[in-house]
């Protein structure tokens, strides 16, 4: 019997919005403990553009994730996930639904890399936006997880897959 462990991929946005919003680290450290175990058991993962974008924040949560497993940190320099990158920038550039601005804010974080990551990779893309099918505003990951087959989901439903529960 083969048994395949669902590999998860993390946005920053799960990472800051627990930090600020639902497990600050003096009320619910076992979250950060349930993550970094995780991490090392080969479930959860980040990119280093994520690792990036945290550790500018000069914070209790960029000093957190030092901590983080290296080893779950995945390197977006391969490339097949540059290809389908390139893909995705030229995908949302000729998009004519999103402003100029989304397009460029979109270009210049995370977000293009997590999808061309999480689908070379068959990964379970985790963040906190949701799908909107009209937005102009921004260009939102559950969107472009949709037009790539990225499975996406948010943290509460990848805790209830993982089967971390806070007691």
Known sequence: MIIIMMRFLLDTNVFIEAYQRYYAFDLIPAFWDLLIG???AGSLYTIDKV???IS???DKLSLWFKSYP???VLKTADIHIINIY????NQVSNDSQYRDSA???FAAGADGWLVALAKTQSMTLVTQEVFIPDCRKR???PNICREH?????GTFDMMRKIGIKIT
């Open 56 to 58: 500018k924040m000069d």
């Open 86 to 89: 390139r893909h995705i920038i």
């Open 70 to 72: 290296e080893k779950s």
């Open 51 to 53: 690792e990036s974008e």
């Open 38 to 40: 995780n991490a090392e």
């Open 149 to 153: 087959d990225v499975d996406c989901l």
């Open 103 to 105: 397009k460029s804010e």
């Open 139 to 141: 260009v939102p990951i």
